[in-house]
C-alpha cells in the first residue's frame, strides 16, 4: 500500500473513532495511534494528522455538502464507515489546502469503502463524491502569455 494511502486509512480509523465516541480521544492518543501505525513516518503522520484535523475543523462545512449531494440519505443513517470516507474525501476535494488531483481522492476514498465498507459502499461513496466535485466551482483558467 502506497505512503499516502496508507496514512488515509489511519485518518480514516482517527475519524470513525471520532465519529462514534462521545467522549474525544485525548491528543496525545490520537498521535500515538498514528505514529505506531505508521511506523513513525513522521512526513504520513502529519499528513494523516492534517487530514483528521482538517475534517474535525470543517466537520460543519463537510457535513451539508454531504447531506446535498447523497440523495434521499441522511447523515445519521449512513454506516459510519461510508460517512466518514465521505467527509475524508470531501475534504480533500473542498477544502484541503495541498490538494490531490481529482481522480486520485475519489480513487481512494473508493478503495477505503472497498476495505471497510459493504459491497454496496463503493458505489454510494463514488456517486456522492462525483457529485461534490462536479459542484466545485472551476478552476481559473490561465491567460496565455502576450506575444
Do not use: H
Not at 123 to 146: Q, T
Amino acid at each position: 500500500m502506497a505512503r499516502r494511502s496508507r496514512a488515509r486509512e489511519v485518518a480514516l480509523q482517527l475519524l470513525f473513532q471520532w465519529d462514534q465516541n462521545p467522549n474525544p480521544v485525548p491528543r496525545p492518543a490520537a498521535e500515538r495511534f498514528a505514529r505506531e501505525r505508521l511506523l513513525a513516518d513522521a512526513d504520513m503522520v502529519a499528513y494523516c494528522l492534517a487530514l483528521f484535523d482538517g475534517v474535525v475543523a470543517r466537520r460543519a462545512e463537510i457535513d451539508p455538502l454531504l447531506t446535498g449531494a447523497a440523495t434521499n440519505w441522511r447523515l445519521s443513517r449512513m454506516m459510519p464507515v461510508d460517512r466518514n470516507v465521505l467527509r475524508l474525501g470531501a475534504y480533500e476535494l473542498s477544502f484541503d489546502p495541498n490538494p490531490q488531483p481529482l481522480e486520485v481522492v475519489i480513487n481512494e476514498a473508493i478503495e477505503l469503502s472497498r476495505r471497510y465498507g459493504s459491497a454496496e459502499s463503493p458505489a454510494f461513496v463514488n456517486g456522492v463524491l462525483d457529485r461534490i466535485a462536479k459542484s466545485r466551482p472551476a478552476a481559473p483558467k490561465a491567460e496565455p502569455a502576450p506575444a
